[in-house]
């Protein structure tokens, strides 16, 4: 077994260990409780993902990385023509009004 991610936050370790699953790939959560408020930061404490098989790990680690690379790269936010709301990056139509981008 191997670590293969940690993070502070753990919504983004139970988005991550999510894909992994989906790209079946068996995996452990350790230090999950769904709640990562705490007084002092401990990097040790943080929620960690483990591959089950050490032969994984690789490739775990590349769905990953290939992840969070392109995590910076969305859409920027955009304005409806027609209403004016501001719309998400990654919605093609508006959620007020569903006119397309």
């Known amino acids: 077994m191997q670590q ?11 988005l991550l260990n999510g894909i992994l699953k989906e790209s079946g790939i068996p995996t452990l959560l350790k230090n999950w409780t ?3 408020i705490v007084e ?5 404490l943080y929620p960690s993902i483990f ?10 680690r590349q769905i990953i990385d290939e992840y969070l690379s ?17 719309v998400d990056g ?3 139509e508006c959620w007020s009004c569903q006119t397309e981008r």
């Open 90 to 92: 990654y919605l093609s």
């Open 40 to 44: 002092i930061p401990i990097p040790s």
């Open 70 to 86: 392109h995590k910076g790269n969305e859409l920027p936010d955009w304005t409806c023509p027609a209403c004016g709301s501001t």
């Open 34 to 36: 769904g709640s990562n």
């Open 4 to 14: 293969v991610f940690t993070h502070h936050d753990s919504a983004m370790v139970g």
């Open 51 to 60: 591959v089950m098989n050490d032969a994984d790990a690789p490739e775990a």
